[in-house]
């Protein structure tokens, strides 16, 4: 789980944060600096590949959490 105390993402771009090249707000990047929108996508396919889920939860003014669930190792199979 990572998990902020920010000014949260709205309702509407929850869904859209996963696809590739979406970025919510260009004012929320640092000075000067700006992502790709390729984070979210990736690390979601990432962990789907290995059986496990990724979801956001987002509150305006709360703050968000991004929350990576990967299934129990169960060893290399011979």
């Known amino acids: 789980i ?3 105390h920010g000014r949260g993402i709205p309702q509407q771009d929850i869904v859209k944060l ?3 090249m979406y ?3 260009y004012a929320r990047s640092k000075a000067g600096e700006r ?3 390729l984070g979210l996508n990736i690390t979601k396919q990432i962990i789907e590949k290995h059986g ?3 979801e956001l939860l987002s509150r305006e003014n709360i703050g968000t ?3 990576c669930w990967l ?3 169960k060893g290399v199979k011979e």
Request: aromatic share 10%; charged share 10%.
């Open 2 to 4: 990572v998990q902020n």
């Open 52 to 54: 496990g889920t990724v």
């Open 65 to 67: 959490a991004v929350i």
């Open 23 to 25: 970025q919510a707000d």
């Open 71 to 73: 299934p129990p190792y």
């Open 35 to 37: 992502g790709t929108g």
């Open 18 to 20: 996963f696809e590739p």
